[in-house]
């Protein structure tokens, strides 16, 4: 698949572009979640920093969250980890959850990877009966991750429908995302998940000082994690005062 096949696809309608991206904040605990949304965060997101990209949390955790974003009317996403490590767990999500997300490293290799693909979102399905949103997940850094390429992965998150796409790194070892693709290409990108009707998130180690490139791409959501975190560390606990000074900085680039 290629830019070719999602340029051949019918639109699924488009939608318009919200002057400010949606900022989405990533947490792995309650304690967490409470700071991010007093800091400003539009959406929470729910991993385990320390266990990857997309790190699944615990159960446990997870229900903790979804309790404290109850009580503030915002969407909630969860990462499921990757899918060389899915098990076929479909542990049940509490019914808030919006959106879940399943990473293709080391799949690039494996010619059936959109087929196993389809097949473990078709467990979780049947496992969960209720409306959940599936953000397709691009590695910048495909190559390293053994991810399939940016584009091929926009052309099945198309070919499935999607509700969205993330444009993400997989290594979290210092580099960014444009470190992995220039903002032209990141650009293009985002203006072909649109014109199919997609979500567009963009993530990567993103920090106040890249906004002023990236807000004229003009993603629907904006997803930070260490740079929420005190002293920028995505192991550390997340900071309301980190997540006000990005959301302040977000607001002015997109002014």
């Not at 800091?39 to 990857?52: H, N, R, S, Y």
């Not at 979102?121 to 495909?142: K, L, N, P, S, T």
């Not at 070919?159 to 993400?168: A, H, K, P, Q």
């Amino acid at each position: 698949m290629s830019a070719a096949f999602i340029a051949s696809q019918k639109p699924r309608g488009s939608r318009p572009w919200v002057s400010s991206p949606q900022l989405l904040v990533s947490v792995r605990n309650a304690a967490e979640a409470q700071a991010a949304l007093t800091g400003g965060a539009d959406i929470i997101d729910v991993k385990e920093p320390a266990a990857g990209s997309l790190g699944r949390a615990s159960p446990a955790a997870i229900r903790d969250v979804a309790a404290v974003v109850a009580r503030e009317p915002r969407g909630l996403s969860v990462a499921l980890g990757e899918m060389v490590e899915w098990n076929g767990d479909a542990s049940r999500l509490p019914a808030s959850v919006r959106w879940v997300k399943l990473g293709l490293s080391n799949c690039a290799s494996d010619a059936g990877w959109m087929s196993r693909w389809q097949t473990c979102r078709r467990q979780f399905e049947d496992a969960h009966r209720q409306q959940i949103g599936w953000i397709a997940v691009a590695y910048a850094d495909c190559v390293a991750a053994n991810a399939p390429p940016p584009d091929q992965l926009l052309a099945a998150a198309v070919e499935t429908r999607c509700t969205g796409v993330l444009l993400d790194t997989f290594a979290k070892h210092g580099q960014q995302l444009r470190d992995w693709m220039s903002p032209d290409e990141i650009s293009d990108w985002i203006k072909s998940a649109r014109e199919h009707g997609l979500t567009t998130a963009v993530a990567g180690s993103l920090q106040v000082g890249d906004l002023e490139w990236l807000c004229p791409l003009q993603p629907d959501l904006i997803a930070i994690r260490s740079a929420a975190c005190r002293q920028g560390v995505r192991t550390a606990c997340i900071d309301a005062e980190a997540v006000t000074r990005f959301r302040q900085a977000l607001l002015a680039a997109s002014g």
